[in-house]
């Protein structure tokens, strides 16, 4: 399977066409939040318009709440949910581990702990649950991967908790922090910010390979 992977789009779409182009051909995308720039809403649906491909989406914190219900209606919304798709589970969570800058969508650290278990745990009381791989979509980075400021890192210390249970974590959030790093098992990908012309190519076959974007 190939996932485009997209992050901080703040609402400027103007490299997604160049980023698909050189990307070639993929089975899905996966939008890892701020899809807009504080709003509107509505602004986002010139993005998902953008794909004919299945778009996984969750919001980041500079996305509003609100946001939820056009991404019901216009992509496969992951916030707090679980989505299979040829062998492999979408689990997604939107917004962000609190930020001093109080913007629309954060979490806490105990909010972000509790749907996440509660995520998990439901697929672990499936019966006959697919043996392919899971796949977390978080705007905010587990605590110490691509998470590192000038002051220190700033990724969730919830996640960070769960990170044995996925195979690959595809979130944003850290402008600063584009990049890859295998932490506990899990595969763990900044694909950068797509309003510079950023983005990554993920390829899982027995393995998982990741291709930056630039254009």
Do not use: W
Request: include cysteine; charge should be negative; aromatic fraction near 6%.
């Amino acid at each position: 399977m190939k996932l485009l992977a997209l992050s901080d789009l703040h609402g400027d779409y103007s490299h997604v066409e160049s980023i698909c182009e050189k990307a070639g051909n993929f089975d899905a995308v996966l939008i890892a939040g701020d899809l807009t720039n504080f709003g509107p809403d509505e602004h986002a649906l010139e993005l998902l318009k953008m794909f004919k491909e299945p778009v996984f989406a969750i919001p980041g914190n500079c996305d509003n709440p609100s946001i939820l219900k056009l991404l019901d209606e216009n992509a496969i919304n992951l916030h707090n949910s679980v989505h299979e798709m040829e062998g492999f589970t979408f689990i997604g969570l939107g917004g962000s581990n609190p930020t001093p800058f109080n913007t629309p969508f954060e979490l806490s650290e105990k909010k972000i702990g509790e749907y996440v278990g509660t995520l998990l745990g439901r697929l672990n009381g499936r019966s006959g649950r697919n043996n392919g791989k899971t796949i977390l979509l978080s705007h905010a980075p587990p605590l110490n991967t691509t998470d590192k400021l000038p002051r220190g890192n700033v990724g969730s210390a919830a996640l960070a908790r769960y990170l044995g249970r996925f195979d690959l974590v595809v979130c944003g959030h850290i402008h600063e922090a584009r990049g890859s790093v295998r932490v506990n098992g899990a595969q763990v990908v900044n694909p950068g910010v797509a309003s510079r012309g950023q983005g990554a190519l993920i390829t899982i076959n027995d393995r998982i390979t990741v291709e930056f974007i630039d254009v």
